[in-house]
């Protein structure tokens, strides 16, 4: 795979992806310094992961703020495909979900899409997604949305709530388009083929637009649900999309759930956090320490330093320091590593405790069936 080369799909990233080119092969919209400013003035917040270009691209988010601006309500939808234990990377969608929540005082709907993983992976079975999908339940649960305004829904359990909008879409949705979407072949199961219909019916759950943040690997299925939208007397779904976040090996590709070295779970305790990070953090140093002292370190690849811009470090000011310190030589790789470890641990510190609170209230979150 040559440089230029990438692969971004809802099963499979694979290359350094330029986010640019992306945008145009995908066809949607940069989040431009217009739109931030628009959503800072709304919501009084200027959110460090728009700031950074975490969150870098969309589909209609203008479209939603000129509603909201007129009075009328828009929900929130996002979701997780449970095929192993939540990581650091699920995250991000979720706690930008939960400040949108906030900022706007909306309706949040969560689904965790227990039949597709079970479709998708050879070695899952049922009962395995379903198991799963509990566990990534309370790791959404424990960041701290409000259960009056949040539901869960799991696909297996609220079929009969999901299934009459799937059939909806489904009929309006030919094997021709989610062949030339995904590629998919004559071996290809019937249930991923139908998928996409089960993931689009939670957009038209209510009588209102609905905003989806959400990894932009996920956009493909949100395309064909848009194009159906119009077909069945419904408003587009607008999107706004966050970057793939790397694997500890990086750069390049994404964190996988089913990558435990190249991974930080939600359920890792310190030693591990440390020992990964240690072990396998791609590091943006020199191959010794007098090197790096005269020739500085590379934060732009450096995945500790990464992380800590995506997620970990907030403050502008803060990580500044860290990347202008790196770069000139005067901090080290591994006490840049030292740096990410503390702030995962003490962020998993806290995490950990309210999602062992969460096995106790998931009943107030998941959806009863209509």
Known sequence: MSADDFIVTPWHVEGEIDYDKLIKKFGTEKISSELQSRLKKITGEDHFMLRRGIFFSHRDMNRILDDYEKGKKFFLYTGRGPSGHTHIGHLVPWIFAKWLQEKFDVKMYFQLTDDEKFYSKSGLSLEDTKKYAYENALDFIALGFDP???????????IQTLYPIAAQVAKKINFSNTKATFGFTNETNLGMIFYTSLQSAPCFIEDESVLIPLGVDQDPH????????PKIGKQKPALIHNIMIPALEGPGGKMSASDESGTIYTTDTPNMVKKKINKYAFSGGQPDIEKHRKLGGNPDIDVSYQYLRIFFEPEDKKLKEIYDDYKSGKLLSGELKAILIEKINKFLEVHQKKREEAKNRIEEFLLENK
């Open 222 to 229: 949100f395309r064909l649900t848009r194009d159906v939208a």
């Open 148 to 158: 009056k305004k949040t539901k869960i829904i799991i696909n297996t359990r609220n």
